[in-house]
């Protein structure tokens, strides 16, 4: 029997189909649903579900006990792209919510902590091409710089207080399930609607900016795999690189083409092209192969076959 797991944040983009999942391996009734606002109605049908303020430490400790809470998975995150226009509040919620759960396991309240990180904490004097586990990082975003200092409190708290912490650095990540939520990386998702709703797209990023990105099938099973495996594998506590395929908006328009042959794609870069500009353009994730046995499943044709088969039901 599993005991049970608090999900902060289980609306969002990775929330709402990790969610699903952990209840379909553990049992509805084991996963306790939480976030600021209700979900969807498959997520709130499917187990119990908490309202509930990231940044609000008794409130979270009040679920803690009351549902006698095993480990916790910390989804709730203002993203890239929204944080660059909030950042005060970005920061405040990347953070404190953090904080908030750390502190529950170094009071030994709940024993393990997934929290994610992200590609964002690398920067524009990065190595772009395999960018290492251990490089340079400098983020230019909030988000990004939120990321970085929550890895090393992470590991903090783990060498200073024995925190069974976990974590890893998403790359942008592509789900026909739920719409993504202010990332940088959000056209990897939005072109495939519009490749089906009327067969043309217009890019923010440019035709040949090359980012790291996962089908969010391989990002759920690299989560729950982290998690599941003995802690004397995980060697890094502050966040394992995760890598799977790299690709530019040209190449996913190309992809897309082998089954919509007239999908047109046009490009008008905004804001978040320097953002994407800073980031690497492919991961090497050595480390989370050889410890706890990460490899991802799906490549870009792949992705694309399995997003226009589902958003075209």
């Not at 590991?155 to 650095?169: A, L, M, N, T």
């Not at 942008?172 to 609607?193: C, F, N, Q, R």
Request: glycine share 6%; charged share 25%; proline share 5%.
């Amino acid at each position: 029997m599993h005991k049970p797991i608090l999900i902060i944040g289980a609306c969002g983009q990775i929330g709402t189909e990790l969610t699903i999942e952990l209840r379909n391996k553990y049992g509805s009734d084991k996963v306790i649903a939480s976030d600021i606002r209700e979900g969807s109605e498959a997520l709130m049908k499917s187990g119990p579900f908490e309202l509930l303020d990231a940044t609000n430490y008794a409130a979270i400790e009040d679920v803690v006990m009351h549902y006698e809470i095993d480990e916790v998975y910390l989804m709730a995150a203002m993203l890239s792209a929204t944080a660059e226009k909030f950042p005060m509040r970005a920061w405040n919620l990347n953070m404190n919510s953090l904080f908030n759960v750390l502190n529950l396991a170094k009071d030994r309240k709940i024993s393990k902590v997934f929290w994610p990180s992200s590609i964002a904490v690398f920067g524009p004097n990065t190595p772009k091409e395999n960018t290492p586990q251990n490089t340079i990082m400098e983020p230019s975003t909030v988000y990004g710089i939120s990321k970085q200092s929550g890895e090393r409190w992470c590991e903090y708290y783990f060498k200073k207080y024995g925190v069974d912490v976990r974590s890893v650095r998403y790359p942008g990540l592509i789900s026909w399930k739920t719409m993504p939520g202010g990332g940088t990386t959000d056209y990897a998702v939005e072109i495939y609607h519009k490749a089906l709703e009327n067969g043309a797209y217009e890019c923010f990023l440019a035709e040949n900016t090359k980012l790291p990105m996962m089908y969010m099938d391989d990002a759920i099973r690299a989560t729950i795999g982290l998690m599941e495996s003995p802690a004397e594998h995980i060697k890094v506590r502050s966040s394992y690189n995760l890598g799977s395929m790299s690709f530019t908006p040209e190449a996913i328009a190309e992809s897309i083409q082998k089954h919509i042959p007239g999908f047109q794609i046009s490009y008008a870069p905004d804001f978040r092209q320097e953002i994407a500009d800073s980031w690497p353009s492919s991961i090497d994730d050595r480390e989370a192969r050889e410890q706890w046995g990460w490899e991802p499943k799906f490549d870009l044709d792949q992705t694309t076959a399995d997003m226009l088969k589902n958003l075209g039901k």
